[in-house]
């Protein structure tokens, strides 16, 4: 079958760095993802990785080890308005056909 | 000039009626998705289309059907509401790029409430 998993919640402190883990179980896997969703809004692309190591995007970096089927996004210098959900999701092709599948997302709340 | 829009934002009905949620991207994007959102914010999804065409269609209820008049549109129609299909309702369009890259590019959601 397919799973991934990430903690329900992270509570860290504004300017800290927080990691937010991911591990997955899938067939046919292409890659990994990010995505961020404020409460009432929708979720939005962070990152990608569709090779092992690690990618960054300004205060956003993004790991994938596909030996260890594991992940993590880390928010550097965080910031009040960084509060919010964090999704992993895989692109994989199991079930015949490719799709991307969301883990049950990280509730990230930035405290002053 | 949004990228994906679908409407209504919110949709508050009856049980049993028959509702629609529309959805139109403007990027160009080959796939089209429906995704549901639940109270957990458990983001699962629901009929994937490709150039108009039907790619995944995971175990939704045959209540719900897809319909994509050309690339540009997928429209989402439910019939017979029951109160367990309140939740709030995704469109998305994709295109894969370089390493298989594929970023999903999400409307602003529908929130429908079954009463």
Known sequence: GQSLEQPSEVTAVEGAIVQINCTYQTSGFYGLSW????????PT????????????????S?????????????????????????????????GGYQKVTFGTGTKLQVIP | DTAVSQTPKYLVTQMGNDKSIKC???????????????????LKIMFSYNNKELIINETVPNRF??????????????NSLELGDSAVYFCA?????????EKLFFGSGTQLSVL
């Open chain 2, 93 to 101: 369009s994709s295109q894969v790029e370089g390493l298989m890259i």
């Open chain 1, 62 to 94: 993004s790991f994938l080890s596909r030996s260890d089927s594991y992940g993590y996004l880390l928010l550097q210098e965080l910031q009040m308005k960084d509060s919010a959900s964090y999704f992993c999701a895989v692109r994989d092709n199991s």
């Open chain 1, 45 to 60: 692309f962070l990152s990608y990785n569709a090779l092992d190591g690690l990618e960054e995007t300004g205060r956003f």
């Open chain 2, 24 to 42: 139109e991207q403007n990027l160009g994007h080959d796939t089209m998705y429906w995704y549901k959102q639940d109270s957990k914010k458990f």
């Open chain 1, 35 to 42: 995505y961020q969703q404020h409460d009432g809004g929708a």
């Open chain 2, 65 to 78: 059907s897809p319909k994509s008049p050309d690339k540009a549109h997928l429209n989402l129609h439910i």
